[in-house]
């Protein structure tokens, strides 16, 4: 089955102490991007790659890394977590040919993560 | 940056009403998207709009893609209970990949108590 897996689901931590999120996908797909969702903010991109070994910032990449060191995984690196990142993220792949209706953006399920 | 003006906010149906919601924008997109997204998912592609004018049906789903390239509306019609979740609209610049893809704020839809 086509699918972006995320892990964990959910994760509570401490200020300053790293996390990494993972997200795999099983599809080929050149381009992976990470979003939060925030309440009353919608999606918000942090970071996303075209391809393997490309990274990009989105809009909000302060306070976090990316990695995208082989076509499948996108993880998420919180160097020292602060209580102001505690939010849903989401990652999500798409192919980058034929457009959005041959090649939609492809969402995980989440990860609700909590900085205390 | 670049800022989707989504309403509703929040909105809440009673089963069988039609539902409408809008985005806007001060800048042009060539590309409307929207998506869905269920309590506990991740957002899912309804509609994707590509030309100016573009009325583009999905079922119960209708999009439009606004003539001045900067505003889209989805209607849903003869709503029924699983149309509850958040539904975002999402615009693309002519050229942009979708590393360059701008989400609203998204709509709410609930049942009505």
């Known amino acids: 089955e086509a699918q972006v897996t995320q892990n964990p689901r959910y994760l509570i931590t401490v200020t300053g102490k790293k996390l990494t999120v993972t997200c795999s996908q099983n599809m080929n797909h050149e381009y992976m991007s990470w979003y939060r969702q925030d309440p009353g903010l919608g999606l918000r991109q942090i970071y996303y790659s075209m391809n393997v070994e490309v990274t990009d910032k989105g809009d909000v990449p302060e306070g976090y890394k990316v990695s995208r060191k082989e076509k499948r995984n996108f993880p998420l690196i919180l160097e020292s977590p602060s209580p102001n990142q505690t939010s849903l993220y989401f990652c999500a792949s798409s192919s980058q040919k034929g457009g959005f209706y041959n090649s939609p953006l492809h969402f995980g399920n989440g990860t609700r993560l909590t900085v205390t | 940056g670049q800022q989707l003006n989504q309403s509703p906010q929040s909105m809440f149906i009673q089963e069988g009403e039609d539902v409408s919601m809008n985005c806007t924008s001060s800048?042009?997109?060539?590309?409307w998207l929207w998506y869905k997204q269920d309590p506990g998912e991740g957002p899912v592609l309804l509609i994707a709009?590509?030309?100016?004018?573009e009325l583009t049906s999905n079922g119960r789903l209708t999009a439009q893609f606004g003539i001045t390239r900067k505003d889209s509306f989805l209607n849903i019609s003869a709503s029924i209970p699983s149309d509850v979740g958040i539904y975002f609209c999402?615009?693309?610049?002519?050229?942009?990949?979708?590393?360059?893809?701008?989400f609203g704020k998204g709509t709410k839809l609930s049942v009505k108590p």
């Open positions: 800048s042009i997109f060539n590309t």
């Open positions: 999402a615009g693309l610049n002519y050229g942009g990949s979708q590393g360059n893809l701008i």
């Open positions: 709009l590509y030309k100016a004018g």
